[in-house]
C-alpha cells in the first residue's frame, strides 16, 4: 500500500497538508516496516489545496495521505480522489504510518485560522476555498 506524507524538509511531516508541496512517498503492509520509495515535489500550481477538480495529479497514485493540521476543504478534496486523508501531531514520517496500521494516529484539530494563509483576490470575485463557497 502506498503512503504520501507531505513534508517540507523530507525530515518531518508538515503542518498544512493543502499547502505543502513536497511529499515522501512509502510503500507499507501491516506488520511490516515503511520503506521510502518516491518523493513527490509539486509546483506551486499542483499544490493539493487547488487541486479538488478531479484532473489527474500526481498524489493518485497513494492510498493514504498523512499530514498535519488540514482543512475540511483537503480532506473532502483527497475524499474525492479515493485517498484516505489523515492528519497527525506525529512529526516522524515512518511513526505516523506506523500508528496507522495500529490505529493509534493523534489526530491533529484542523487549524484554527484557515483563511489567514491565502489571498482570495478581489473583495467581491465569486471563489471556492476549501471545499466550500467563501
Not at 500550481?45 to 498524489?59: F, M, N, Q, S, T
Request: with cysteine.
Amino acid at each position: 500500500m502506498k503512503f504520501a506524507v507531505g513534508t517540507q524538509d523530507y525530515r518531518s511531516i508538515a503542518t498544512h497538508g493543502g499547502r505543502t508541496r513536497r511529499f515522501l512517498v512509502f510503500e507499507a503492509e501491516a506488520g511490516g516496516e515503511p520503506v521510502e520509495i518516491n518523493r513527490i515535489e509539486l509546483a506551486e500550481d499542483e499544490v493539493l489545496h487547488l487541486a479538488g477538480d478531479g484532473r489527474p495529479h500526481p498524489i493518485d497514485a497513494v492510498r493514504v495521505i498523512i499530514t498535519g493540521s488540514s482543512g475540511e476543504g483537503f480532506i473532502n478534496h483527497m475524499k474525492r480522489r479515493g485517498i484516505e486523508p489523515v492528519t497527525t501531531l506525529e512529526t516522524d514520517p515512518v511513526q505516523a504510518i506506523r500508528d496507522w496500521f495500529a490505529g493509534t494516529v493523534r489526530t491533529a484539530p484542523p487549524p484554527e485560522h484557515p483563511h489567514e494563509h491565502h489571498d482570495h483576490g478581489p473583495e467581491n470575485a465569486p471563489h471556492e476555498c476549501h471545499g466550500a463557497p467563501a
